[in-house]
């Protein structure tokens, strides 16, 4: 089966940087896209940003400008370079992968504090 492992998340002060990475294992036959989403207490589960097979990437305005997304040379694993986070940016952060059907990690807690 497909699975999705997220790592590195983690508490880091106003003004800091993390990097996240989702590990994928598992036949994937026709990879889309993968992306990351986030939840924060007592809101729904946001899109953080995407990147597609093609290398073209897409980004929530509220991160544009401080996260960057991308994926090693195998396609097998994303990252989430998290720069300049905020209090706001508090939340479990979840990878996601579209193919033929769609997985999601188990999520990472990223704690910004101020």
């Known amino acids: 089966q497909v699975q999705l492992v997220e790592s590195g998340g983690g508490l880091v002060q106003a003004g800091g940087s993390l990097t996240l990475s989702c590990a994928v294992s598992?036949?994937?036959?026709?990879?889309?896209?993968m992306g990351w989403y986030r939840q924060a207490p007592g809101k729904q589960r946001e899109f953080v940003a995407l990147?597609?097979?093609?290398?073209?990437?897409s980004y929530a305005d509220s991160v544009k400008d401080r996260f960057t997304i991308s994926r090693d040379n195998g396609q097998n694993t994303v990252y989430l370079q998290m720069n300049s986070l905020k209090a706001e940016d508090t939340a479990v952060y979840y990878c996601?992968?579209?193919?033929?059907?769609?997985?999601w990690g188990q999520g990472t807690q990223v704690t910004v504090s101020s």
């Open positions: 996601n992968l579209e193919t033929t059907g769609t997985y």
């Open positions: 598992g036949p994937i036959l026709n990879l889309h896209a």
């Open positions: 990147i597609f097979r093609s290398g073209g990437t």
